[in-house]
Structure formats: C-alpha cells, structure tokens
C-alpha cells in the first residue's frame, strides 16, 4: 500500500496547472513530450486568440468535448458561433441538446428506462444534471443502477 502520508496535494484550478500536470506525469511514464499535446496549448491562450484563429481552431477541432470547453470557457464566442452551428444540426445528439439547453427535450428522449443503458458514462452524467436541475431525479430509477 502506498505511503499517503508522505505524499504531496497541489491544487489544480486553472488550465496552465492541468497542462504542466499532464506533462509531469507523462515524464514520470517515461513518456517524450508529444507534438499530439502540444498542438492543444492554443487552449491555454484561447482567450488572447483573434477571432479568426479561433474560427480555425473550432475548425479544425470542433468535438461536443471542444464545443462544451467553449460553452464553459467563453460562452460569448459559444452563444455567438457554436450555438448557432449545433442548432442547424439536423440529427442532434443528447450532448448536443446539453449544450443547447435543451433540457425537456433530452429529457424526454434519453430518460426513458431502456436508452438509459445505451448512453456512455459521461452522457449519463449530463442526463443526470438536467434531471436533478428539474427536480426529477429521484423519480427516474433507470439511472441509479
């Protein structure tokens, strides 16, 4: 068992602190410092970013996790760009609706007992969230097993 006592707490509350976490703990691994990595540093400046490059990020790295980043990183360029992408989507997905604030809908579509299963671990998480945030929650007992 390891020795807890001995060991080191650092909090972790901003971006630059998660980034040089991660590569710690890659070097601990005897991993090299990957160019995979450092291609995602423009999110440690995003908000110094032009709107151009941040257009081309979005681009080229548009993902429900990037775009749920942005909704809680700068919901500004979220609500006047990202928003407006995710409501032309023709088949949304239940993160989608999340980020939409969608919250009846997803709720009716995804909190039936048997899709409650089909749904990854995170995605029950945001079903969870919008059932507690409507009071719901306890009545839905598909997502508590």
Request: proline share 1%; aromatic share 10%.
């Amino acid at each position: 068992m390891p020795e807890f006592l001995s060991s080191e707490i650092q909090l972790i509350d901003d971006l630059k602190k998660v980034a040089d976490a991660l590569k710690q703990i890659r070097r601990m691994k005897g991993a090299a410092d990957s160019s995979k990595w450092r291609k995602l540093d423009f999110v440690l400046d995003w908000h110094s970013l032009s709107l151009e490059d941040k257009h081309r990020y979005l681009s080229e790295y548009g993902s429900h996790e990037f775009h749920l980043f942005l909704k809680m990183k700068d919901i500004e360029y979220f609500n006047g760009t990202v928003r407006g992408i995710l409501m032309n989507k023709m088949e949304k997905k239940l993160f989608d609706l999340y980020l939409l604030d969608r919250d009846e809908e997803m709720i009716a579509r995804y909190g039936k007992p048997h899709l409650v299963g089909s749904l990854c671990a995170f995605e029950r998480c945001l079903l969870i969230e919008a059932l507690v945030r409507h009071g719901i929650a306890s009545k839905n007992d598909a997502l508590v097993k």
